[in-house]
Structure formats: C-alpha cells, structure tokens
C-alpha cells in the first residue's frame, strides 16, 4: 500500500461517520452495507460495528483505500 492520508476529525468519532467524511464511501447506506459485509477494517482487523468509535490514530481501510484517523 502507498502512502496513507490523514483524516483531522475532532475525536472520538463512530466509524459509519469516519467513512462518509473521509470519502471511503459515498453515502452513509454505502458504509452502513459494507461495514455489515465485513469489508471494513481498522487497524487491520474487521470490523462490523459500524458505531465503533474510533479516537485518533487508527487505519481505517475499505478495499484498496486507506485513511488514518488523527484528532484535532
């Protein structure tokens, strides 16, 4: 994998939340369908709750695309 970007959100955010503004997905239905498929990860590991709240430094990755958390 190349190069990760970074989010800035103001932290803790859920991860369905995470998806939508990073642009991971295009609409919350879109991240809500795929977190359920079990075609999200976080840190590495799946992750199905899409309330998840995530608090700066995690990978978020969906496919081939990745964004890193950071709190502001």
Same mark, same amino acid.
């Given at each position: ?14 991860? #369905?939340?995470?998806?939508?503004? $990073?642009?991971? =997905?295009?609409? %919350?239905?879109?991240? $809500?369908?795929?977190?359920? $498929?079990? *075609? ?15 608090? %700066? #430094?995690?990978?978020? *990755? ?6 890193? =958390? $950071?709190?502001?």
């Amino acid at each position: 994998m190349s190069d990760i970007e970074t989010l800035q959100v103001t932290t803790p955010i859920r991860l #369905g939340q995470f998806l939508k503004l $990073a642009n991971l =997905v295009g609409s %919350g239905a879109e991240g $809500a369908e795929l977190i359920a $498929a079990g *075609e999200v990860t976080v840190d590495g590991e799946t992750c199905t709750a899409r309330g998840r709240q995530l608090t %700066g #430094g995690e990978v978020v *990755e969906v496919g081939d695309l990745a964004m890193k =958390v $950071a709190s502001r």
